[in-house]
T-cell receptor, first 116, second 115 residues
């Protein structure tokens, strides 16, 4: 059981380049989400998904795309990287809230992205 | 979305109890109260959660006010490894409930533990 796996762990991009941050979970969780965390700040929700084929925007979705073709994977795409997207990105997953809203959220170890 | 309010920082001495407060005055009747903590350079990790009754686990205790508008995370004996940022968040039990899907983390409380 690997939990939530994020790749790559570190990445440097040039302004204007595109890339995809990968997130995979092996716990059959319906809910997955992406957060970004800037230095000294809390986590801000980018996009989330409550099941395969269903995605929605969080607080800071601009400049990012997501898709959820399978239960296991939830990639985050940076369309045209900007220095303002320099941040640490965390993927998270859990069983859906449903009638048991107490389901634990599991986080990946983070992806450190620098845009120069 | 229901919001939570926490103090920016708190300090404690090692082996003393720590009480971390959280206000959530707009909590819905179906929202669970979750606590997570984040160690430096790591992703957040689960600490405890509850709905109405106080909860205990091996890591901590959660005391929930009778009106559910506030809660307190209790670390019974702080250790240096408990130094982290602690987040209090609300999670809905069903679609349409407050914060369903859109789990919002506030700034959290930075806990410093002194030897």
């Amino acid at each position: 059981n690997a939990g939530v796996t994020q790749t790559p762990k570190f990445q440097v991009l040039k302004t204007g380049q595109s890339m995809t941050l990968q997130c995979a979970q092996d716990m059959n969780h319906e809910y997955m989400s992406w957060y970004r965390q800037d230095p000294g700040m809390g986590l801000r929700l980018i996009h989330y998904s409550v099941g395969a084929g269903i995605t929605d925007q969080g607080e800071v979705p601009n400049g990012y795309n997501v898709s959820r073709s399978t239960t296991e994977d939830f990639p985050l795409r940076l369309l045209s990287a900007a220095p303002s997207q320099t941040s640490v990105y965390f993927c998270a997953s859990s069983f859906s809230s449903g009638p048991t809203g107490g389901n634990t959220i599991y986080f990946g170890e983070g992806s450190w992205l620098t845009v120069v | 979305d229901a919001k939570t309010t926490q103090p920016n920082s708190m300090e404690s001495n090692e082996e003393e109890p720590v009480h971390l407060p959280c206000n959530h005055s707009t909590i819905s009747g179906t929202d669970y109260i979750h606590w997570y903590r984040q160690l430096p350079s790591q992703g957040p990790e689960y600490v405890i959660h509850g709905l109405t009754s106080n909860v205990n686990n091996r890591m901590a205790s959660l005391a929930i006010a009778e009106d559910r508008k506030s809660s307190t995370l209790i670390l019974h004996r702080a250790t240096l490894r408990d130094a982290a940022v602690y987040y209090c968040i609300l999670r809905a039990t069903h679609a349409g409930g407050t914060s369903y899907g859109k789990l919002t983390f506030g700034q959290g409380t930075i806990l410093t533990v002194h030897p």
